[in-house]
């Protein structure tokens, strides 16, 4: 079965502490990787779009990563305002070409 | 360049009612895509359009139903709610025709309590 799964649920940083969360994913053929930020009671906003493993992409303080079983969204010098749900989702081939199947998510906290 | 928008923004109904929810697209994209999001499942998909026909349905009851009209505007439907359809519903347009997925941008959603 298709699957994406989140690591971990939750996390609490302090502001400058940098870290990592993964997504591992289980698909039948990877299309593409994406990373959303969602802040309480908000639409996902999208961060990135990952295609083959091995590529990088960054925006301010977050880099993500791709392998051909996971990825990594690095966190670097975190301030409380990147403190949110952060989803990752895979879309694959043989399906209908927007079909999002999404993780659970880590919520992430940043204190300052 | 404005975002993808959605009407109504909270909706309250009744177990039995049903619902319509409108999505508008960003301008010049022909994809909209439903998601239904709850504390218990996450994000699942619900359908996805493109040029007024439904491409795909995700693992939801007949009781979901959607369409999109030619301007690229789409609105779901459910019929006979219950309780477990309390959710926030989220629509995603995106570019993408049959040439490969692209990026899919969200609409702040419509947040449905069925009492």
């Known amino acids: 079965e298709d699957q994406v799964t989140q690591s971990p649920e939750a996390l609490r940083l302090q502001e400058g502490e940098s870290s990592s969360l993964n997504c591992s994913y289980t698909?039948?053929?990877?299309?593409?990787l994406f990373w959303y930020r969602q802040d309480p009671g908000k639409g996902p906003e999208f961060l990135f779009t990952?295609?083959?493993a091995g590529e990088e992409k960054e925006k301010e303080r977050l880099k993500a990563t791709l392998t051909k079983k996971e990825s990594f969204l690095h966190i670097t010098a975190p301030k409380p305002e990147d403190s949110a749900t952060y989803l990752c989702?895979?879309?694959?081939?043989?399906?209908?070409?927007?079909?999002?199947?999404f993780g659970t998510g880590t919520l992430l906290a940043v204190q300052p | 360049k404005a975002g993808v928008t959605q009407t109504p923004r909270y909706l309250i109904k009744t177990r039995g009612q049903q619902v319509t929810l409108s999505c508008s697209p960003i301008?010049?994209?022909?994809?909209v895509s439903w998601y239904q999001q709850t504390p218990g499942q996450g994000l699942q998909f619900l359908f996805e359009?493109?040029?007024?026909?439904?491409?795909n349905k995700g693992n939801f009851p007949g009781r979901f139903s959607g369409r999109q009209f030619s301007n690229s505007r789409s609105e779901m439907n459910v019929s006979t709610l219950e309780l477990g359809d309390s959710a926030l519903y989220l629509c995603?347009?995106?570019?993408?025709?049959?040439?490969?997925?692209?990026?899919?941008?969200f609409g702040p959603g419509t947040r449905l309590t069925v009492l």
């Open positions: 995603a347009s995106s570019l993408a025709g049959t040439g490969g997925p692209s990026e899919q941008f």
């Open positions: 698909v039948s053929g990877l299309r593409g």
């Open positions: 990952l295609y083959s």
């Open positions: 989702a895979v879309t694959m081939y043989g399906g209908a070409t927007n079909k999002l199947i």
């Open positions: 301008s010049g994209h022909r994809s």
């Open positions: 359009y493109f040029s007024e026909t439904q491409r």
